[in-house]
C-alpha cells in the first residue's frame, strides 16, 4: 500500500508565506492542522484547540513570529509536548462514531472495524513519547522525515529509528486476537 | 544477512514509498513465493491502512461543525472560565448584599426545635447592640438575646428561648426541671457547630 506524502517545503512551516491565501487565512489553515494534530494525540476536539490555543499563547510570550522559519516546527513541537503533558479533562472521542462505513460495508464488520481501530489507539498512546510523537507525524499528518527531524530536534536516522520500532510494536500489541482455532478473530 | 532478512530491513522504505522501481518489483516478487514475508509485509500494510482510518477520524472530529452548545462549552474553558465564575460569584454577592439591605429583620433559622430550648437565629441590619452586662430578657417573648462568635457573618442576632415542655413520661418530666432551663440548653460549642452548619 502506498499513500500520498505532502512534498517536501518549509514554507508550510512559516503560514503567512504559503502562497494563494491571505496572511489570516493560512495562519488560520496553520491552526487547523495543528489541531488535527493534537487531536491525533488526545482525540478531543476542545481540548485540541485549548492546547494549540495555549502553544500560540506561548509562541507570542517568546515572541516567535510566524513569519519566522522556526516557527512551524517550534509550534509543532510544542502543540505535541503539551498533548503529551496534558492530563486529560474530557473523554476521548469514541471511534465508533467517527470512523465512516465503507459504501455497502457489512455493519458487523464496521463494528469490528472499530474496535480494531480503539486497540490500534490504546496501542498508540503506550509507546514510549518519541516513537508516538514520531509515528503520528509520519504515518497520520504524513510529514517527510527532514521536517519531523527538525520538529523533534533529531537526526533523520533517528527519527527513522523511532517510526521502525513503533511500527514493530504496534503491529504485535494491536493486531487482532487470535481465536483458539488459529483462525483470525 | 539471509533473502528474508534482506526483504524485511526494506519494509520501513516501501511503507514509505521510498524504493526505487526495480527494488519494489524484487520484494513483490519475493512476496509471492514467501510466506512468511508476505505475513509480515501484510501485517504492516494493514497497520499503515489502520492509522490512516485513524487519520481520517481525527480529521472529522476536527471538521465537524459545532452546535451553539460546544461553542459555549469551550468558550468557557481555561481562563475564561475562572473568569465566568468570578463574575457570577459577583453578581450573587451583589445580589445577596441588595437583597440584605432591603428588607426588614427577619428570622433566619431555628435550630433545636425540641422541647426545652429553641434557639432562634435572626439576621438584623444594622447589627443591634446586645449590652453585655444586663442582657434584656423579652418577658413576653420568653427570650433573652446572646452574644454569639459564629463563622456566619450574617448573623447578628441568636435568641435563645425557653419554653416550656410537655413530657408525657415522669421520668422525662423529671429531668427537664422548669426551675432549671439552662440544663437543658446546649453549651456554646455545640451551639456553634449546628450554627456553622
Known amino acids: 500500500m502506498t499513500y500520498a506524502l505532502q512534498p517536501t517545503s518549509h514554507a508550510q512551516d512559516r503560514p503567512a508565506l504559503v502562497s494563494g491565501l491571505s496572511e489570516r487565512a493560512a495562519l488560520e489553515d496553520f491552526r487547523r492542522r495543528l489541531v488535527r494534530y493534537a487531536v491525533k494525540l488526545i482525540w478531543n476536539r ?49 471511534l465508533a462514531d467517527w470512523n465512516e462505513p465503507a459504501t455497502g460495508e457489512d455493519p458487523a464488520h464496521h463494528v469490528e472495524k472499530a474496535e480494531q481501530l480503539e486497540r490500534l489507539r490504546t496501542a498508540i498512546e503506550a509507546l514510549p513519547a518519541q516513537q508516538r510523537i514520531a509515528i503520528v507525524l509520519r504515518m497520520q499528518q504524513q510529514m517527510d522525515y527532514a521536517d519531523i527531524a527538525r520538529i523533534m530536534e533529531l537526526s533523520e536516522s533517528a527519527v527513522r529509528g523511532h517510526v521502525h520500532q513503533a511500527r514493530r510494536t504496534l503491529v504485535d500489541r494491536a493486531a487482532p486476537a487470535e481465536l483458539p482455532n488459529g483462525a483470525s478473530a | 544477512m ?28 519475493h512476496l509471492t513465493t514467501c510466506r512468511e514475508c508476505r505475513e509480515f509485509f501484510d501485517a504492516h500494510r494493514v497497520l499503515a491502512a489502520d492509522l490512516l482510518a485513524l487519520s481520517q477520524a481525527a480529521d472529522r472530529i476536527v471538521a465537524a461543525p459545532r452546535g451553539p452548545e460546544q461553542t459555549a462549552v ?4 481555561g481562563w475564561r472560565a475562572a473568569a465566568a465564575v468570578l463574575l457570577a460569584v459577583g453578581t450573587l454577592i451583589a445580589a445577596m448584599q441588595f437583597a440584605r439591605s432591603s428588607r426588614s429583620p427577619q428570622l433566619v433559622e431555628h435550630i433545636s426545635e425540641g422541647p426545652g430550648a429553641v434557639i432562634e437565629v435572626a439576621e438584623i441590619e444594622p447589627p ?47 429531668s427537664n426541671d422548669d426551675n432549671n432551663p439552662g440544663a437543658t440548653f446546649m453549651n456554646e460549642q455545640s451551639l456553634e457547630e449546628n450554627l456553622s452548619r
Open chain 2, 128 to 174: 443591634v447592640a446586645i449590652p453585655e452586662s444586663r442582657p434584656v430578657i423579652d418577658v413576653g417573648a420568653n427570650r433573652m438575646p446572646v452574644r454569639m462568635e459564629t463563622q456566619n457573618p450574617r448573623i447578628h442576632l441568636v435568641w435563645i428561648y425557653d419554653r416550656p415542655s410537655a413530657p408525657t413520661d415522669p421520668a422525662e418530666a423529671e
Open chain 1, 46 to 94: 476542545d481540548d485540541a484547540e485549548e492546547i494549540v490555543q495555549d502553544a500560540f499563547q506561548l509562541a507570542i510570550s517568546k515572541q516567535i513570529a510566524a513569519g519566522e522559519e522556526r516557527f512551524g516546527p517550534w509550534m509543532f513541537r510544542t502543540v505535541g509536548n503539551l498533548s503529551l503533558n496534558f492530563r486529560r479533562r474530557s473523554k476521548p472521542e469514541p
Open chain 2, 74 to 77: 469551550r468558550w468557557l474553558r
Open chain 2, 2 to 29: 539471509t533473502p528474508c532478512q534482506d526483504i524485511q530491513s526494506r519494509m520501513d522504505d516501501w511503507l514509505d514509498d521510498l524504493l526505487a522501481p526495480n527494488e519494489r518489483d524484487q520484494i513483490e516478487a
